[in-house]
């Protein structure tokens, strides 16, 4: 379906995005180009993350009653791609008082 120029094309000062944008160099270079000398960014979020299982191996292969953990290596890369910065990974007992 063909689009018009007049819904292709953005007024200028507006945004097509909806939400945060990553500012990268090359949102940078578009935000020059389009006359914008300031830009409204937020500092990226600090996470930390807590994984919790007693079963869970941090190393090797699952066997036995225990499982090897999956989501504390993999986390960490998917946050950082979010935008996001993890300070610290805490591995956490299913009863920590026990």
């Known amino acids: 379906m063909p689009i018009s120029v007049e819904r292709a094309l953005t007024p200028r000062k507006e945004s097509r995005w ?5 500012v990268r160099p090359p949102v940078l270079g578009l935000a020059a180009s389009c006359g914008y000398d300031e830009l409204l960014v937020r500092p ?27 989501l504390g290596p993999m986390l960490p890369t998917l946050i950082e791609r979010l935008g996001g910065r993890v300070t610290h990974l805490r591995f956490v007992a299913d009863h920590p008082g026990d």
């Open 44 to 70: 990226r979020p600090n996470v930390t993350l807590f994984v919790t299982g007693d079963e869970l191996l941090r190393a090797g292969v699952s066997g036995d009653a225990h499982l090897r953990d999956a």
């Open 18 to 22: 909806s939400g945060p944008v990553p």
